[in-house]
Structure formats: C-alpha cells, structure tokens
C-alpha cells in the first residue's frame, strides 16, 4: 500500500458514502419526475441559448461578469481526506505524510482544471458576446480560471489555519479584493496574452504553495476538523432539513434589517410577539440569512435568462419556494425553543403566528425577486408595479398552503 494509493481508496470511500447519502433522498421517483425533467429543461435552454437567446449579455458590463467567474474560483472545499486514525501511523512517518498531501494537491489541481471547463462550456453561449470568440481565447480563459481556482483553494487553507479573528478576517479581505481586482482587471481587457500570463503566474504561485504546504507542520488537527466538516456538509444538511437535528444558531444582538424597530406589527397580540421573535431571530442569523439571499440571487438569474412565459411559470413557483423556505425557518425557530411546546400546550393560536411569520420571511426575499421580475419583464417602471403582486401573489400562496396543511 503507497500513500498515493492510500489517498485514492480514501476518495473512492467518501464518494460511495456521499452517494449513499444522496440516495436517501434521490430514489427512482425523485429522480424521474425531478431530475430528469429538469436535465431536459437544462438541455433545452442551453440549446436556445445558442440560437440567441442569451444576446441580452452584451448589455451587461463585463466586470459583473468577470466578478462573477471570480466568486467561482474563489469557491468550493479542498480537501485532502485526512483521518484521525493517520496520526497512529502515517503522522509518524514523514515522507508518507509529504507523498499523501502531495497526492491530494495534484488530485485537487486535476479536479479543479475539470470544474473550471464544466464552467466555460455553461458560459460560452454567454461569453461569446462579451470576448473574442475564438480557440486561442477559449483556452485562455479555462486555463486562467483553472490555476486561479486552484491557487485559492490552498491559500484559503493558509488563511483558515490563522490565529486570531482579526487578523484572518483582514487577510480575507485584502486578498479577496486585491485578488478581485487583478482577476477583474485580466478578464476585462480580454486578450489573450493576458489570460496565459496570468494562468502562468499563478501556475507558479500553486507550485511555491503546494511546497509549502507539503511541508507544513501543525495543520494536522486543523485539517482533521475540515475533513469531518466536509465529509459530512450534505448529510448534515438533509438531517437538518428533515428536522432529524436541529443546529444551534449564532444570533446578533440587532437584526441585520430593522436594527432600530422595537416592534414589526402594531397589534401586540400573542400570535404577533411570537412570529416577530421567529422573525428578528431570523434576521439576526448570518447563517441562515446568507443562503437566503443566495437564493434570492439564483432566482434573479433564473428570471434574467428564461423567456417570457417561462419566466411567468418561474415567478409563481419561486413563490411557494419562498414559502417552504419560510416555513422552515420558523420550524427551525419553533424546534429551538422549549418554550414554544409549553405555550401550544396552553391554548397558545401557534397556527396564526406560523402564518404571520412566514408570511413576512416569505416578503423578505419575494418582493425584491418580483421588483427583478418586473424590471425585466417591463422596465424600469414594471419593478414598482411588480411589488403589489408580489404581495399579492405570497399572500394567495400562504393561505393556499395553511388551507391545505393539516399541520404547521
């Protein structure tokens, strides 16, 4: 057994658990009325996205574009598939360990060069209005955004190896603008000499990195920690999804909206006080806040690129989506608090501060999606005609659901 084998059955045994982890949910059905259909409907306007639907593009700045590619290759784990156990052996042995984490920086290398292809072939309908659409251009850019990707998935294990908050917020900050901004400022000038010279530099910054990092001491039980984290991210999401588990939720002291509102409603009848605590305790989560708004901004791109009429069909459904998004929330509030079992016990109306407090979590993110909707259906006008049926529109959603619920 070498470590490079080693580290390979360690990849093949976290996919055969990440699949397991994925079947509990993706059974036959699932995956013939959801998957299916939506792989079809992928291939469909991926098609007309060619045919000149995605013309729209030149209209948008280049720079938005190009930040956008670069949230990318600032994203996605890196993961090198350490184990506790490894200390018993392999942490004892220093050129094993060396042979291991090097094997893992070159699988990530190759495995980043595929994601960063996945991504241009998605956007070339896209970009083929904003650069020079031609093979030298092409090959530029995936090689630009493999190496930057590739770059910043070890430097972002540098930085969460950092002592002090502070300090590792600050390094966060300053290499994710100034490395923004080189990132930018390459892609929007859009030659090709500069998208090779670019992928050169940072090959060569991946290769002094990886160096480093091969021989890094004292990132064993930091690594440990991440390796548990990512091993278990979507298995954690379906328990807490499911309700199986509940996390603790990190709360501000002032809501991130409304810091300075003692109240939401004017009435302070019981259902009120309870849905506007589910409510400020929703806006004081960053945890829960940020994938909200992720969300929001995924369906805005989703309105931008779908045609008319499917935009409408996208605009209703994203309205129960919101709907079941809040509706988990206040779940998630509800299993957090004892007390809410106590009150419910009492003759506490839960089902009206349900309703109320969704129904605002619900606003919260779909009157600005319906402000985009209308934007871009009829102008800059449309996003302020556009809000009273957003309004409308949740309000018929929530009492549909809380009509048909035979539970919150």
């Known amino acids: 057994?070498?470590?490079?084998?080693?580290?390979?059955?360690?990849?093949?045994?976290?996919?055969?658990?990440?699949?397991?982890?994925?079947?509990?949910?993706?059974?036959?059905?699932?995956?013939?009325y959801v998957v299916v259909p939506g792989l079809i409907l992928l291939v469909e306007r991926y098609a007309a996205w060619w045919r000149g639907e995605a013309a729209w593009t030149a209209e948008v700045p280049s720079p938005l574009l190009w930040t956008a590619a670069f949230l990318?290759?600032?994203?996605?784990?890196?993961?090198?598939?350490?184990?506790?156990?490894?200390?018993?052996?392999?942490?004892?042995?220093?050129?094993?360990?060396?042979?291991?984490?090097l094997a893992g920086l070159w699988f990530g290398w190759g495995k980043r060069a595929l994601e960063s292809f996945l991504l241009l072939v998605l956007m070339a309908p896209f970009l083929r209005y904003k650069?020079?659409?031609?093979?030298?251009?092409?090959?530029?850019?995936?090689?630009?955004?493999?190496q930057?990707?590739?770059?910043?998935?070890i430097v972002r294990r540098?930085?969460?190896?950092?002592?002090?908050?502070?300090?590792?917020?600050?390094?966060?900050?300053?290499?994710?603008?100034?490395?923004?901004?080189?990132?930018?400022?390459?892609?929007?000038?859009?030659?090709?000499?500069g998208f090779y010279a670019g992928a050169a530099s940072l090959a060569g910054c991946w290769s002094l990195l990886a160096w480093l990092r091969s021989r890094q001491k004292g990132a064993f039980f930091p690594e440990i920690d991440y390796e548990r984290a990512q091993r278990l991210r979507w298995a954690a999401l379906l328990l807490q999804t499911s309700g199986v588990?509940?996390?603790?939720?990190?709360?501000?002291?002032r809501p991130w909206l409304f810091p300075r509102s003692n109240s939401l409603f004017r009435r302070r009848t019981a259902s009120?006080?309870?849905?506007?605590?589910?409510?400020?305790?929703?806006?004081?989560?960053?945890?829960?806040?940020?994938?909200?708004?992720?969300f929001v901004a995924v369906c805005a791109f989703a309105l931008l690129v779908t045609p008319p009429l499917l935009r409408w069909g996208c605009w209703i459904l994203f309205s129960f989506l919101f709907f079941l998004w809040g509706r988990s929330v206040w779940r998630e509030w509800r299993f957090s608090n004892g007390m809410f079992d106590v009150w419910s016990q009492s003759g506490f109306p839960a089902r009206a501060a349900c309703q109320k407090a969704v129904f605002v979590l619900q606003q919260i993110g779909f009157l600005p999606l319906s402000a985009v909707m209308g934007a871009v259906t009829f102008g800059a006008w449309g996003a302020v005609w556009m809000l009273p049926a957003g309004w409308a529109l949740s309000h018929v959603a929530v009492f549909l659901f809380f009509r048909l619920a035979p539970h919150l």
Request: hydrophobic letters at 55%.
């Open 72 to 101: 990318f290759a600032w994203s996605g784990p890196f993961r090198l598939y350490l184990e506790p156990a490894d200390q018993l052996f392999m942490w004892q042995r220093s050129d094993w360990m060396k042979t291991f984490i």
């Open 158 to 193: 540098f930085l969460a190896g950092m002592g002090g908050m502070l300090l590792k917020g600050l390094m966060n900050g300053l290499i994710l603008g100034l490395g923004g901004a080189a990132f930018v400022w390459i892609g929007n000038h859009a030659h090709p000499f």
């Open 1 to 32: 057994m070498t470590p490079r084998r080693w580290f390979f059955n360690r990849w093949k045994a976290d996919l055969r658990f990440q699949f397991r982890v994925f079947s509990t949910v993706v059974d036959w059905t699932v995956a013939l």
């Open 272 to 294: 009120h006080i309870v849905a506007e605590a589910a409510i400020k305790s929703f806006l004081r989560s960053g945890q829960q806040m940020i994938p909200y708004f992720q």
């Open 131 to 146: 650069i020079d659409f031609s093979l030298p251009s092409l090959v530029g850019i995936w090689l630009f955004l493999w």
């Open 245 to 253: 588990v509940h996390r603790r939720l990190g709360v501000r002291k």
């Open 148 to 153: 930057a990707k590739a770059c910043l998935a």
